[in-house]
């Protein structure tokens, strides 16, 4: 599985990704699931994917092939509503090569995508994405979008998230969120990939990759423990019966 | 849906579930998901259920039934274990009924059932019994047991529970993953029931219903929503980026 969350707030976008994929527990590889694409002062995009490997990867080829050859694509749609529509047809023209024949053989067309990003003369917007080309997009009232094994990591961002969370924190409750899918769900694994787009500046603000030695998230992982179970202990015991 | 948690620490056994059951968002009904059975000094069984609410209803029927007519049934079983496989059957005997029925309909024969006690002889256990009437035991190293959406309060449970957890921080704890469940699912909801066993009493030790008006439940919600945010914003931001 997957877990990937994007995170839209009045200062930027932060978006999350792990790494892992399986194919059963004992083919488990690394690999990246988020693709940046910018032309510095104009656009900037991040796409993450979920679902089956082949085929977000076959979406992404395209989507990047289009840039090269096609007359409407990414880095010429005027808006990013034009930017999810292209990418959800992307998703479509995947669907009409290999989606039958996957059906037939029983697997599933699965995949799911979220892409956020700025296009100078609009503010920075993030969609999600679904395997029939669809999407619906984030906004005040639901600031974040989940991908995959969504529910471990949602408490959190549906108790403390709001649109005026500041950029800086904004990232840090999705690594919040993201260590709490890690610790209790081996499907989803390190490392993380990190994205933050700042509005208006119409370049990345910040790539990175996050694995076990990154002293930062392993202080936060280690934090934010120590930190529940004193908010448990702090909280008294029930006296709800004898002894 | 449905959330269950029950939890089996050295000082005894803790079981909470909520009782929302709907079919569509339009038919949201309360019903209680527990059953207790006891003969003090003898033994005491707590069954909740998720799934399908007829046929959760049935097999409680048909446990409930046996007691009266059946030579083996709960209170003559010798052991839990046993207890566990004569649930088993009783599910496998509704399946018999109505299983194909529910296929040719395309509806799911969709049953799990958390089964904990204590019968006079052994020390207090708990299973969870499969839609095909199977089921695994808890144990020293796996302490809790879950039906429904667990994801969502599973990350308390695997940071601070044991088996040596106490008993009353054992309901806490059971209360803190319920309202983690309640927070960010609407298929899950009030009121909620409670039931707490101490180990060799041989008697039920509490049976509570909580709903929005009891006051130590609303507190405890209120002190872990204060206490989140807290400890969110006293993990200080990243610095990975200017500005």
């Not at 990013?80 to 059906?103: D, H, N, P």
């Not at 990939?193 to 996050?210: G, H, N, P, Q, S």
């Amino acid at each position: 599985m997957t877990y990937c969350v994007g995170l839209l707030v009045r200062e930027g976008l932060v978006m999350v990704s792990d790494t892992r994929t399986n194919a059963g527990v004992d083919q488990i590889s690394t690999y990246s699931k988020i693709s940046v694409w910018e032309r510095p002062g104009d656009r900037v995009f991040c796409l993450m994917s979920a679902g089956n490997l082949a085929i977000s990867q076959e979406v992404v080829s395209l989507i990047q092939e289009d840039m090269a050859t096609a007359e409407h694509n990414l880095m010429t749609v005027p808006n990013m509503f034009r930017a999810a529509q292209t990418v959800g047809k992307t998703v479509r023209a995947v669907y009409s090569i290999a989606g039958r024949e996957l059906e037939a053989q029983s697997a599933d067309f699965s995949i799911s995508l979220l892409l956020g990003g700025q296009i100078k003369g609009e503010p920075p917007r993030m969609f999600l994405i679904y395997a029939a080309g669809n999407f619906i997009e984030s906004s005040v009232e639901t600031p974040f979008l989940q991908l995959g094994e969504h529910k471990y990591g949602k408490p959190i961002l549906d108790r403390a998230m709001t649109f005026e969370t500041r950029l800086r924190s904004a990232l840090k409750l999705a690594l919040i969120s993201m260590d709490s899918t890690l610790r209790s769900n081996l499907s989803v694994g390190l490392p993380i990939d990190v994205f933050v787009y700042r509005t208006d500046e119409l370049e990345v603000a910040l790539r990175k990759r996050i694995d076990e030695r990154e002293s930062y998230f392993a202080g936060l992982r280690e934090q934010w423990s120590t930190a529940l179970r004193e908010a448990y202990r702090g909280i008294k015991d029930p006296d709800w019966f004898q002894g």
